[in-house]
DNA sequence: GCGATACTTCATGAATTGTTGAAGTATGGA
DNA sequence: TCCATACTTCAACAATTCATGAAGTATCGC
């Protein structure tokens, strides 16, 4: 991922009802959330609603598919991945001890089920 | 962490300058840069440097100590963690499997030495 | 085809943000 | 104390971004 498409993520994400979708989203999964529910939701007017979600689409965060009247919204993850990648690249900087904490609290999102230590 | 933070933090990044700031600052690691070294470095007015520092620092991402003359910035790694995992929040809607390539891809700036796979 | 629903696009005005020059504060050396 | 270096703060202008109302497009059921 290039510095630009980088920038137009985080700008995307860096506004408060854009950040609300993304989450709503996140959460939502692969299958994703009407463009009108998410209006709803977030008690937002339908035109601004949807202006938001272009620069989300745009920057490639979620993507759009048509349902019959209606249009989904997901995130696309390998997108979202590649940002958090783009954020921590060279981190390490030869020390890989210190930005492990990093990984390791982004990765407690999701708990190892077999494996739980105490 | 709360919702304005993570929002201070992404709009910090959303810009040219500041994530290129920033990226350096992570590379950099917690020995940190001067100020007029990351200005020079950027090729930046010293004192448009500044504002944008003191933006980043605002948002929490780095923090400053003065040694001399200079003021050395640092990433502050626990904040930036912090920002990681309120993005990738309850990705996992019950499905591990569907944000296990996210965390697995950003973990890959880190690969363990001892084993290397592969 | 007609009306209703679901969203999008366009144009406008208000608010926020970024950059610059000038001036100010802090540290170090002579 | 005096000067130079290293940054910061202030004030002001230019550019970008955001929300809204009005109008437009696509789909569905009758």
Redesign the interface.
Known sequence: MD?DA??KR??A????SR??I??LL?????AGVAAGDIARALDTAPNTMSAQLLVLANAGLVRARRAGRSIIYAVD??A???L??F???????G??E??????A?????????KSRRA
Chains 1, 2 share one sequence.
């Open positions: 510095n980088a920038l985080l700008s994400l860096a506004q408060d950040l609300a993304f989450r996140v959460k939502a999964g692969p993850f390998s979202m991945s590649a958090l990648v954020l921590t690249e060279d981190c390490c900087g020390r890989p210190i930005c492990a904490p990093v990984i609290s982004a990765a407690a999102c999701c708990p190892p089920r």
